[in-house]
């Protein structure tokens, strides 16, 4: 190898490792809450083997058992916020090299959010702190924290924290400014979520609900607005079943008046509150480049024949453009 192609390897190889370095920064930071995780005189935290939230809302958690198992009679994951503790019984797996695993796996619930019964922990929004409680035959107490894992940064197609699907909800693992581990809830902000997107031969139908939305779903009227200044929004009629709404796109009124491609976006509105419709409770990162929907040819009832493309944009949010290349003029002629 040449010098200087040596030269600007090594300068590319640096330029790389510094870029890794800012990024898992960043994710520290973000991931870092400004709260100690660790009570007076608590013990050192023990270091968790694994520790995650898989699909926005499931607690995986692998932990090495800091005390023989012989000694003790109950062992539990404490998740404690406010004065508020919600107490998960641990799982006890002898490992072949005789030691033992203390393993979890439970779907976390919102309080608010997800209606009674459901199986898992119910929390409310804010830091919640993790303890193992190790309660020996004696009735002896001991409470010792667990240390939060350092995350490895990714830039794949999916996130790593994504909301929970169902409600909105986000929960996180996090570090405190002393390592120690916490899951953080977050609270869905009102949106409306894009359920399904039919393409049909004469009509395009799009299908949704309301996530965190007091007033019921027919306060809200369902509007196409074309992008540009001075636009007027198209009033979509629609059919709401509780939070649920299903219309579909005015195409006639919407390719009305030239034969140029307009793009549309499509939202909701309740007076001066406009929620644009998108597909947001997803892990995808890029739902542009993954939910990727296909022109189609739309024949409407006056002989117009439209080319279509509902599609959803870099942010999610449902957009589409249209045109006319057959008009009832162009058969007649």
């Known amino acids: 190898m040449g010098e200087p192609l040596l030269s600007h390897a090594v300068r590319a190889a640096k330029w790389a490792r510094g870029t890794a370095v800012r990024a898992r920064r960043r994710a520290e930071q973000i991931d870092t809450v400004p709260a100690l995780g660790a009570r007076a005189r608590s013990r050192p935290p023990l270091r968790p083997l694994h520790l995650s939230l ?33 107490q998960l019984p641990l799982e006890q797996e002898p490992q072949p090299d005789g030691s033992t695993l203390l393993t979890l796996t439970t779907p976390l619930r919102h309080a608010r959010h997800n209606p009674p019964g459901t199986r898992g922990p119910r929390l409310t929004d804010g830091l919640w702190r993790m303890s193992l409680v190790a309660v020996d035959h004696q009735g002896r107490i001991r409470r010792t924290p667990i240390a939060a894992l350092g995350d490895a940064v990714s830039d ?9 699907p169902a409600t909105g909800v986000q929960y996180r693992v996090v570090r405190t400014l002393d390592g120690h581990a916490m899951v953080k809830v977050s609270g869905p902000r009102r949106q409306a979520e894009l359920t399904s997107l039919d393409l049909k031969w004469d009509r395009i139908t799009v299908k949704g609900r309301l996530i965190a939305v007091r007033a019921a779903g027919g306060h809200y009227t369902a509007e196409a607005v074309r992008r540009g200044v001075g636009a007027t929004p198209l ?23 030239g034969r140029a491609q307009r793009m549309w976006d499509i939202r909701l509105s309740a007076g001066t509150t406009h929620l644009k419709i998108a597909r947001r409770l997803t892990d995808v990162r890029s739902p542009k480049r993954v939910f990727r929907t296909p022109f189609r040819s739309v024949a409407l009832e006056d002989g117009t024949v439209l080319r279509v493309h509902a599609h959803l944009s870099a942010a999610g949010t449902l957009a589409v453009s249209c045109a006319p290349f057959v008009t009832p003029e162009d058969t007649n002629r």
């Open 156 to 164: 794949g197609p999916t996130l790593r924290t994504p909301p929970d």
């Open 235 to 257: 009033a979509i009629a629609t059919h709401w079943q509780g939070q649920e709404f299903t219309f579909d796109l005015p195409l006639t009124e919407m390719s009305r008046g």
């Open 54 to 86: 898989l699909g926005g809302r499931t607690l995986n958690l692998a932990l090495p058992c800091p005390v023989p198992v012989a000694d003790v009679a109950q062992m539990q994951l404490h998740l404690e916020s406010h004065g508020r503790v919600e």
